[in-house]
Nanobody, 123 residues
Framework: QLHLVESGGGLVPPGGSLRLSCAASGFTLDHHAIGWFRQVPGKESEGVSC???????YYADSAMGRFTVSRDNAKNTVYLQMSNLKPEDTAVYYC?????????????????WGQGTQVTVSS
């Protein structure tokens, strides 16, 4: 059974930083793309970033220049480093795996999802 577990969320003041982790079990990440999404209650889920199995990365406009996605295949973990956080970054953050090596164009192609970790940016 394939599982993804996010961690690293918390409360941080505006301008602060957090590093989220997405740990995989039941499979090895080496050949898998991993995406990061976030959701605020009452709003649609928003794609934040994605990393191919070869390390190529993609970012939403809202994340560009502030967030960095990376992977450590030896630890079977993908990270999302978030800097210069803003109140509008407050959301539950999820990692997800599409079950393929390339980041899909559509969020609907993600098959496996973690349970999410809360990020709150507030003074």
């Amino acid at each position: 059974q394939l599982h993804l577990v996010e961690s690293g969320g918390g409360l941080v003041p505006p301008g602060g930083s957090l590093r989220l982790s997405c740990a995989a079990s039941g499979f090895t990440l080496d050949h898998h793309a991993i995406g990061w999404f976030r959701q605020v209650p009452g709003k649609e889920s928003e794609g934040v970033s994605c990393i191919n199995s070869d390390g190529k990365t993609y970012y939403a406009d809202s994340a560009m220049g502030r967030f960095t996605v990376s992977r450590d295949n030896a630890k079977n973990t993908v990270y999302l480093q978030m800097s210069n956080l803003k109140p509008e970054d407050t959301a539950v953050y999820y990692c997800a795996a599409p079950g393929q090596a390339i980041c899909p164009a559509s969020p609907g192609h993600y098959r496996y999802w973690g349970q999410g970790t809360q990020v709150t940016v507030s003074s």
